[in-house]
């Protein structure tokens, strides 16, 4: 797998090549210097007298070790650079993988391995320093309906602007996840269950009002969304049982068919330690 380079600058091969180039010219020059020296060496005393002789020798002798001065540290600055530019490209090239292997591709989201690996890290912090953590499960209503109806296509558009919905209503720290098929998850550091409440319904909100614009005309649908939060510690002490409370509260909110859809889930099943 290859990435284009960035504007303006020379692939790695480029740049190994004109280091290659430059490396032959400047070992060229070294060989004809030493040729010259060993030229004046063996005939030079047919040319010159012995004293212009030992002149030129000396000089000839001083520019042959100047050029393998030259030669040589240009040699190193050279291998520097081209470590340099190597390791700089190693260090891209792993974080666009990282980012291939922890990204959705269609919604540009994190996906599911990350968003589990996240939340055991952020378990871990809410912890150690006693502060609040809260989940948000999300989950398209009806979203068969809208595959059915106005095709695959529709319901790809749909998760792509979903994913570029949810991180709007969002902060920096929060994390942002498709956990599977039209089902999304977001982590909420430092966060307890009010505010995770009223986050989701911002998430909701937003879903419910930008969905409108992808459902295509003549079609009796609308698209919302159902939501369950979760919060630790008061909610769980494990993270599957964590997850356990958001998803049931999830579906709580889902099969509440004398509500209207795109509701909160009460404190059903809320689960309490010791309860």
């Known amino acids: 797998m290859s990435f284009p380079p960035r504007n303006g600058d020379p692939t790695l091969p480029q740049q190994a090549a004109r280091g ?7 070992r060229l020059i070294g060989v004809l210097v030493i040729g010259s020296m ?15 002789q030992q002149v030129v020798e000396v000089l000839v002798i001083a520019a042959g070790g100047l050029c393998a001065y030259i030669i ?9 650079e081209l470590e340099r ?5 190693l260090e891209e090239l792993t974080q666009r993988l990282r980012t291939l292997a ?9 996906n599911h391995r990350y968003f589990h690996e996240q939340l055991s890290h952020e378990i871990e912090r809410a912890q150690r320093y006693g502060h609040p953590l809260s989940v948000v499960m999300l989950d398209l209503d009806n979203f068969k309906m809208v595959n059915d109806g106005c095709g695959h296509l529709i319901g790809d558009q749909i998760l792509s602007l979903v994913g570029e919905l949810i991180p709007r209503q969002l902060r920096g720290s929060d994390v ?8 999304f998850a977001i982590i909420l550091p430092e966060t307890d269950h009010q505010a995770a409440l009223a986050a989701a319904k911002k998430v909701t909100e937003s879903i419910r009002a930008g969905g409108a ?3 295509p005309a003549g079609h009796d649908l609308s698209l919302s969304v ?5 919060t630790w510690p008061d909610d769980a002490r494990t993270l599957p049982q964590f997850l356990q409370v958001a998803d049931r509260r999830l579906y709580a909110a889902k099969q509440r068919v004398a509500a209207p859809r795109g509701q909160i889930a009460p404190d059903l099943w809320a689960e309490r330690p010791g309860a």
């Open 38 to 52: 060993l030229s004046w060496s063996l005939f030079g005393r047919h040319i010159a007298s012995e004293r212009p």
């Open 102 to 110: 922890y990204r959705d591709a269609l919604t540009g989201l994190y």
């Open 226 to 230: 159902s939501s369950g939060v979760a």
């Open 85 to 89: 530019a190597y390791s700089t490209h």
């Open 213 to 215: 614009w992808c459902i």
């Open 20 to 26: 290659r180039r430059a490396t032959f010219v400047a």
């Open 72 to 80: 040589s540290a240009y040699s190193r600055r050279r291998n520097v």
């Open 176 to 183: 942002a996840a498709r956990y599977g098929g039209d089902e």
